[in-house]
């Protein structure tokens, strides 16, 4: 299933990594009741890039199910990442298991992995130096490094630098589901990791709830999301990946279409010209400035 259809304005193809999607939601495997809800669920997102942990891709279910056996490998990228490490000597042995794994299997996704080096279990939120330091022996070792970091403008660039292919700044703490929290360092980063390189790949990791948390993030100029929780744990998984797929769309094409200024005082949509009744509150007949299509009066701080 692609994103959208070939006729809908905006949506240029995603490169990543070396690779080019048409999807710009990225979904994880995580926390679903059923593998089977799991493959419905990858299936209605829309998504072409699936994250899994390594640690559990060899775990069995009750029924002696792999996930894997529910993951179309000739559909999907797999992109292994190293959910539940703490140190960067363990990111990197995970990383490694990964790729020995999805080389066997012969899926693209072999030489990436979604680095998370984590800080503690409390918080889940990445270990700046650590981050920092896999990334740099991943990428000596050939990997295509998509790490996981916070949002703070000069740690993303840090990791920039350490030659990560893809930085993604947390919107807020994993699984809480508060949607981006501060938009305003998600912005900065953006413009700090796209200095000299405006087509460097962000993406929004960690933290969405709901559609209209996706939406705003690619309204601020996000170039994906990476999200699950989000959709594993709704009440219709299904049903909220679809909305997911949609609002990824929406969210993309509203940032290019260019929102309107916000002002303080309203601004009518129809000419004043020609009304059958006076207008209150214009004095001497005259319409107030602004009334009708005037630039109005910018919201402070905006």
């Known amino acids: 299933m692609n994103a959208a259809s070939s006729t809908e304005p905006g949506l240029s193809p995603f490169r990543i990594a070396g690779r080019t999607f048409t999807s710009r939601l990225l979904v994880g495997t995580g926390k679903y009741k059923t593998y089977d809800l799991m493959r419905d669920a990858l ?7 699936v994250t899994v942990a390594v640690r559990r891709e060899r775990l069995y279910n009750e029924q002696g199910k792999s996930l894997l056996e529910f993951l179309d490998l000739k559909r999907y990228t797999i992109l292994p990442n190293t959910a539940g490490c703490f140190s960067a000597d363990d990111a990197v042995r995970v990383a490694r298991l990964g790729r020995d794994i999805l080389e066997q299997l012969g899926n693209p996704g072999a030489d ?30 050939g990997f295509k490094v998509l790490a996981y970091c916070s949002d703070d403008p000069i740690a993303a660039l840090r990791v920039k630098e350490a030659g990560a292919s893809s930085v993604m700044p947390a919107g807020s703490p994993i699984g809480s589901g508060q949607g981006v929290l501060n938009k ?42 990476l999200l699950n929780t989000a959709i594993a744990h709704a009440a219709d998984p299904v049903m909220m990946a679809h909305a997911m797929r949609h609002a ?17 005082y309203a601004t009518a949509s129809s000419p004043w010209e020609g009304t059958i009744s006076s207008i209150g509150g ?5 319409v107030a400035h602004g009334a009708s299509g005037g630039a109005g009066v910018p919201i402070p701080g905006e």
């Not at 299936?43 to 890039?49: F, K, L, Q, T, Y």
């Open 248 to 264: 990824c769309i929406a969210g993309r094409q509203s940032a290019l279409a260019g929102r309107i200024p916000k002002k303080l």
């Open 282 to 286: 214009a004095a001497g007949g005259e």
């Open 112 to 141: 990436w992995v979604k680095l998370e080096v984590l800080g503690d279990k409390k918080t889940l939120l990445p270990d700046p130096v650590g981050t920092i330091d896999a990334t740099r022996t991943l990428v000596k070792d």
């Open 43 to 49: 299936d209605a997102s829309g998504c072409e890039v």
């Open 184 to 225: 305003c360092n998600i912005v900065l980063c953006l413009e700090l990791l796209r200095q000299g390189d405006p087509d460097y790949p962000v993406i929004v990791d960690a933290g969405v709830g709901s559609a209209s948390d996706v939406g705003f993030a690619m309204e601020l100029g996000a170039d994906g999301v």
